[in-house]
């Protein structure tokens, strides 16, 4: 295997091998290889290999070789380096190939021309369109661009998608996509990857859209993982993501504002993804969760000793996240005393465990989640306005399922995808889809799951009928309150004095549940106003 050489002063820092792909080097993050100094651009060039020899081709400017003469493209021959900023990079090869060919490859960052260039190892694109449908694009010779403007070569039908968010270009040495500066990323195997070769077999997401990369016949390469069926997130997200992918530039705090069941975590974690700290930890936390005597303990640590128990030390959440994301899910029911340290940790990037004596430095990015509205518990002072101004740098709205039924049809089909567990999937008729359209959804993406679950266990011959869902949808009744029941709700809190989770204790659901009917206005008696 060839080698890429990479030196500085004069000593052999590293040699990276080199894979078929080629590799990007810059000092911009999702670089194969990654190099800092004052001379080395964001993406300044790629390493290709052609006709038996590896070239060094400039992006958005010259190279320099390391006499300092100026070339556009230069093969790496033995004796040939290039110079960026401090270092000196070169090719080591256990054999050296006669070459065949003295024309550089051509500028991947730019299209291709000329009536004379060889046939293209064409490859194929499939993906489903929103109703489901397979669509097959073959590419051809020359560069093809994807997006969601009409005017690109193949456009891509979905919101996490920029304008002109990549382009593909294919010659006889294989096909090549590069990241267009897009919004979303491009991302191949799972890995957000900004120029990389493509081959049957591979799995490409632009953004959340999931495309099978298909050898010319249009059949993926032997033994290979398939992409997955569906987009990760249905189309009525386009917004949130958006918003996502603009907070993921920073690493200031977030608050992830939506009802319970819509996904806050998910995308706290899609958040983490496409943000700088991809490579650390992701901790979450449920602060609603948190025994008030622990939180403190549980978010910020405590030494041994520190109170009766404390046999061991315990590093604290915001310990375990450094590096990387924190995520408190539920942030609007932390305790006043809590906020205040957390205001302070948020203030000075350092945390003092229970018992402690010397703070200690974190680097956290902090998502909040709630379901609350937290300027009305700001205003009734149940939340410090000091710690939402400190947590909003970023707000992201998620909207409820109730308001984008065209996810309906998606979800369903990526839900009774995973419920196969790899099988053949039950499919829903087009009168069970429009149940499921007419529903409200108060638990969302949640309650959707737990319906189809219920009309996966009872389907006849992989098929989910209209009345399988309506019988399945009458197992969450009570978020369908009629009015005859909805003074059990206030009767259960006036009977426990108010105390939520003891009168959804009495009710037989979960306390998100029971704060869902309170929100919803289904406290109020026959034909009274409510409160």
Known sequence: MDHLLLEREGNELAAVPLGLGGLEVGSAPGNG?????????PYHLVLRRRR?????VGRGGELRLESGEPVSAVALEPGTAVRLGPYVLSIASERRAEPTDDAPPRDRTRPLGGADLPPAAAVALRWLDHDGR???????????????????????PEASVSSRHARIVTDADGAVLEDLASLNGCWLDGRRIWLAGLEAGAALRLGSFAIEVLDSRGAPAAGARRAAPRP??????????EALGIAARSAEPCVLLGETGSGKEVLARRLHELGPRRQGPFVAVNAA???????????????RGAFTGAVEPHRGAFERASGGTLLLDEVGETAPEIQAKLLRVLEESRVLPVGGERPIEIDVRVVAATNR??????????????????????????????ERPGDIAPLVEAILAGAAGGGVPCRATERALAALRGHSWPGNVRELRNVLLRCVATAV??????????????????????AERRVDVEELLETHAGNVSAAARAA???RSTFRDLMRQGLRGRPGGTGT
Do not use: K, N, Q, Y
Not at 470 to 477: F, K, L, P, T, V
């Open 289 to 303: 969760a948190l025994p008030r005597e622990l939180a403190e303990s549980v978010l910020f640590g405590h030494r």
């Open 508 to 510: 037989g659901v979960p």
């Open 33 to 41: 290889l990654r190099l800092r100094g004052a001379d080395v651009r």
């Open 232 to 241: 990760v997130f249905p189309p009525g997200l386009g917004g949130a993501l």
């Open 134 to 156: 397979p669509e097959l694009h073959r590419l051809g010779h020359g560069e093809t661009v994807l997006g969601r403007h009409p005017a690109c070569d193949l456009v891509v």
């Open 461 to 482: 011959e992989g098929e989910i009928g209209e009345a399988a869902v309506r019988r399945a949808m009458s197992g969450d009744a009570l978020l369908e309150a009629p």
């Open 52 to 56: 038996r020899r590896w070239w060094a």
């Open 373 to 402: 509205d937290l300027i009305a518990a700001v205003r009734a002072g149940r939340f410090r306005l000091d710690l939402w101004h400190r947590l909003a740098v970023f707000v992201v709205h998620i909207p409820p399922l109730r």
